[in-house]
């Protein structure tokens, strides 16, 4: 469209100029003869409504060029936007996959460290001794790896309670608790201990009294942690 009116303007102006100079001949012919505030005048005369119809064009195409570039922001400004979206879904992917390898390093890290790890399985109930006497027992077998630095709490506290603690608590063996008549209804087992690669390791036992004898809460006897 610039192009269209630029060359209706031309040609508008080539025949404005034309019919002047056909109309008013005579004072062209005449204008060096012409005092300079009437030569000042006439040529104002003549080139006012041409300077206007360019000014009326050049508002045009000036309109016309402010809409091309008012589309090309708005295109601009989709198109950052799509990439935006698309940088926000690139973003939410790659946290999603990240979340998944940690997962996986973690399970995994856990599994290394499940290598070094005792597993345990508590057996507990009445004991009678040659005088009659009932005592209870409560009997940790280690079936996992073997562990050292070995203690051994129970909550509440059982006075009088005898446990015998190895140096090194070895696959296959295991360790008794013994104690008379003070018989909670819910007892707490924690054993703590320290690995083979010297990681620190708790375990806690969750035992209730049924029937006169001490049954493990946990899911499973066999517990890796």
Known sequence: ???ILTTIGLVLTAIYILLIVNYRRCDFINLGAMKANEMGDFLAGVFAPLALFWLVIGYFQQQKELRQNTKALELQAKELKNSVTQQTELVKITKKQLEVEQIAF???EERQLRKFHPKIIINGGKHKS???E????LSLLNHGESVSQVSIEMEPKILNSKVSIPETFDKQNHISILWEKNTPEDL???LTCECGNTKMYTKIFK????NGRYSNNNKDNLESF
Request: glycine letters at 0%.
């Open 1 to 3: 469209m610039k192009n």
């Open 207 to 210: 035992l209730s009294l049924e």
């Open 130 to 132: 040659t005088n009659t």
């Open 134 to 137: 009932i005592y209870y027992k």
């Open 106 to 108: 973690n399970n995994e």
């Open 188 to 190: 707490e087992v924690i």
